[in-house]
């Protein structure tokens, strides 16, 4: 994972040989293993290239990486499928290659086509002044656009900064293929076209269609000096699933269930769905498909670099490599199960259960004196407030996630005893959320701007940051995860009607609203999530991994009728995530497989602990403090 960034001037007056101070920080921050800068200048037009690597598999490259011809390339992606990459070599030194051999746009699309896994890219082409860019099919993985208001510079990155008071400044490039843009006809003409790419299905899908309303979308936020066009060939990218299987029972949806009787126990009701023949081997091929996802993402690791051999063998001393963000909720249930499978089995995993303060009470005396002494809120907690903490604040924290979380940890160590499960409870005063927010997260969540975007933004932060307690019956101690993979399981709702948005959809339209429902989830999932999620995770220097997004989990899923992956004819906690629920089950996965879906800015309680009148879709005034406050110093 890394940090990336190209700043491009068509004139010397909007030149600068370095990044500004705030945007190169934040670079940083994300790729804390190698750090390099390249300018490359030409008569009518400077691009200052600046990467940074967080190291992951194979040898550390360097980046940004240039061939003899002048080629430059950043990329800030994993190759997990698609490319053949060997586990002791490195992703972008493959990619480079490829695109070196690159005779024309066609092999460059064919490329890209080609790679599963999450990336972003930045691609300049000396000979020819092209500039291309872009994000998976998904946008697993963040880059942002500025455009200088007078045409005259600007700038891709994977994260923005704050440098006045005006709104919006970044914006993210949208997930809807690959761009294109000629800098020296930009530079001649004042006025910049960038050309499209689009993803297209192979099938008979109406590409012209789709591409209009992408240009429209697209277009409505650009300066009038910046314009999208659809490339002149046609040509365009292969998406990487297959679509949504759209069919539809012919029988009223009771019959598939109609020995089901609504008394029975939930359980009972998972075991009649598993006693049936074809169910059972769907379910088989659902747990194998997301079994090959989680072991792509946590193998080929780092693993105990700063141990020598003979001490990553003792006891106590092996620290995790993968963390997961862990509610104890079915969707981390399941891919803590899978991951054990593939993780070393003397390894701990980390398991990240964020909660923040119910209510604000008086703190003691004593307490407050030793965090005045702590100079820095990001540091952990000595061992001794540590024992202070967690004996007066337990019920403080005592959140739904933290509950269901704390059942879920002995679930899994009944599941697998010989595992170290690193049950990492991280708690959150309003104090930090407040501080932390204004000084960084801010930056990281825009350019979304909703209270939904600040409660989970600001939830994920501090939940992958991963400083807090390991409270065992015989001990308390402070703990920081030093896992650089992080697995989330963002997208199992999105596509199994996890959402109470489906259930409605349901109630009002059938099947084929849910449908529809689902299809528009999987849609927008790049504008709306993921972007913020790689961000704030990727501020810490580590890398977000989506299971549930890996390309081959999603083919499968999308070829099943929509009956098979949920049924919302049965009550919550059993009828959305239907298919998951009953992989849990076969996993020996038994009170997690019943719980009902809870957001995770409730199930952490952050959004109680501020504004309780706001709606999720309000634009959130905290996220736009430190511009407000420039603003008025100015």
Request: charged share 25%; glycine share 6%.
């Amino acid at each position: 994972m890394c940090g990336i960034c190209c700043s491009v001037s068509f004139s010397l007056e909007h030149f600068r040989e370095d990044l500004e101070k705030d945007l190169l920080c934040n670079l940083k921050r994300r790729g804390p293993d190698s750090s390099k800068q390249l300018l490359k200048s030409d008569v009518n037009y400077q691009c200052l290239f600046s990467a940074h690597v967080l190291h992951l598999r194979g040898f550390l490259t360097a980046q940004p990486v240039e061939d003899e011809r002048g080629n430059v390339f950043l990329w800030n992606g994993e190759v997990f499928n698609g490319i053949k990459v060997e586990a002791e070599e490195n992703d972008t030194q493959i990619m480079f290659n490829y695109l070196s051999s690159c005779k024309n746009e066609s092999d460059v699309l064919s490329v890209f086509s080609e790679v599963q896994g999450p990336w972003s890219f930045i691609y300049y082409q000396a000979s020819s002044h092209y500039l291309w860019f872009g994000r998976d099919f998904f946008g697993r993985r963040s880059l942002l656009w500025h455009f200088n208001n007078l045409g005259k510079s600007f700038c891709l990155s994977s994260v923005g900064s704050q440098t006045s008071g005006e709104a919006n400044q970044w914006q993210e490039v949208p997930a809807s293929g690959i761009f294109k843009v000629d800098l020296k006809s930009t530079a001649i003409s004042r006025r910049m076209v960038l050309k499209l790419y689009p993803w297209k299905y192979i099938s008979s899908e109406n590409v012209i269609e789709d591409s209009v309303n992408n240009l429209t979308q697209i277009s409505a936020d650009l300066p009038t000096f910046v314009s999208v066009t659809i490339n002149e060939a046609k040509l365009y990218l292969e998406k990487p699933v297959g679509p949504l299987n759209m069919i539809l029972p012919q029988a009223p949806l009771e019959t598939q269930c109609s020995n089901i009787s609504s008394d029975l126990p939930r359980r009972e009701t998972l075991q009649i769905f598993l006693s049936d023949r074809h169910t059972k081997e769907v379910i088989q091929q659902f747990i194998e498909v997301l079994s090959i996802a989680v072991k792509r993402r946590v193998l080929c690791l780092p693993r105990d670099e700063n141990l020598a051999p003979k001490e990553a063998l003792k006891p106590g001393c092996r620290m995790a490599s993968v963390a997961i963000l862990f509610s104890g909720g079915i969707d981390s249930m399941v891919i803590a199960a899978l991951a054990d499978r593939h993780i070393p089995v003397d390894e701990p995993i980390d398991l990240l259960n964020v909660a923040f303060r119910t209510k604000e009470q008086t703190v003691p005396a004593n307490l407050n004196k030793k965090r005045s002494k702590q100079k820095n809120h990001c540091e952990i907690p000595s061992e001794e407030s540590s024992k202070c903490l967690t004996a007066d604040d337990d019920k403080l924290f005592s959140v739904p996630d933290r509950i269901t979380g704390r059942a879920g940890l002995k679930e899994l160590q009944a599941l697998n005893p010989s595992r170290t499960w690193n049950f990492v409870e991280i708690n959150v005063s309003l104090e930090e959320l407040q501080k932390l927010r204004r000084t960084r997260i801010c930056h990281l969540v825009q350019p979304l701007d909703t209270v939904l975007d600040d409660s989970i933004g600001c939830a994920v932060w501090f939940a992958s940051r991963g400083i807090g307690w390991l409270v065992t019956p015989g001990e308390v101690k402070s703990y920081k995860s030093n896992a650089k993979v992080i697995l989330t399981g963002i997208g199992a709702d999105e596509q199994l009607a996890g959402y109470s948005r489906h259930r409605v959809r349901f109630q009002k339209h059938g099947l084929e609203g849910l449908n529809k429902e689902i299809m528009m989830e999987l849609d927008r999932i790049s504008s709306r999530n993921l972007g913020r999620d790689d961000r704030v995770i990727g501020d810490h220097g580590k890398e977000a991994r989506f299971p549930f997004l890996d390309e081959n989990v999603v083919s499968f899923l999308s070829s099943l009728p929509v009956w098979e992956k949920a049924d919302l004819t049965l009550p919550r906690g059993i009828g959305e995530k239907l298919i998951l629920r009953l992989a849990a089950v076969e996993l020996g996965l038994t009170a997690s497989a019943l719980l009902p879906k809870r957001a995770m800015q409730f199930g952490s309680r952050i959004a109680k602990m501020e504004n309780n009148n706001e709606k999720a879709s309000d634009k959130c005034g905290r996220l736009q403090i430190v511009s407000l406050e420039k603003e008025i110093n100015s």
